[in-house]
Nanobody
Framework: QVQLVEFGGGLVQTGGSLTLSCVAS????????MGWFRQSPGKVREFVAA????????YVTDSVKGRLSISRDNTKNTVSLHMNSLKSDDTAVYYC???????????????????WGQGTLVTVSS
């Protein structure tokens, strides 16, 4: 079982930028499609972005496309979420997730079955 730990959350002003990182351990990192989800207060957890094992395919939800992007560094077992032009609506706990199924299956369902991190809080204030 892969273990995931997120880093990088914090307080940022509206319009600012922040990069979250998630470090994986315990299994071969390239066996996994990686993703980011978020949960705002009073809302259900929602999908944000996903990236395939090699990093050459990404999928970002429409609501954040152009502002948030995902990348991975397989030499460091790390997946990152790059966030720009942050809005108050981006305030949430952000979770990293892993799934060992093939990329098309993961993207079709947007469900990550293998592991989740503990989450990191991002607060966007004006």
């Amino acid at each position: 079982q892969v273990q995931l730990v997120e880093f990088g959350g914090g307080l940022v002003q509206t319009g600012g930028s922040l990069t979250l990182s998630c470090v994986a351990s315990g299994r071969t990192f390239t066996d996994y499609t990686m993703g980011w989800f978020r949960q705002s207060p009073g809302k259900v957890r929602e999908f944000v972005a996903a990236i395939n094992w090699s990093g050459d395919e990404t999928y970002v939800t429409d609501s954040v496309k152009g502002r948030l992007s995902i990348s991975r560094d397989n030499t460091k077992n790390t997946v990152s979420l790059h966030m720009n032009s942050l809005k108050s609506d981006d305030t949430a706990v952000y979770y990293c997730a892993a799934d060992s199924r093939e990329w098309p299956m993961v993207v079709a369902s947007l469900k990550f079955l293998d592991a989740w991190g503990q989450g990191t809080l991002v607060t966007v204030s004006s």
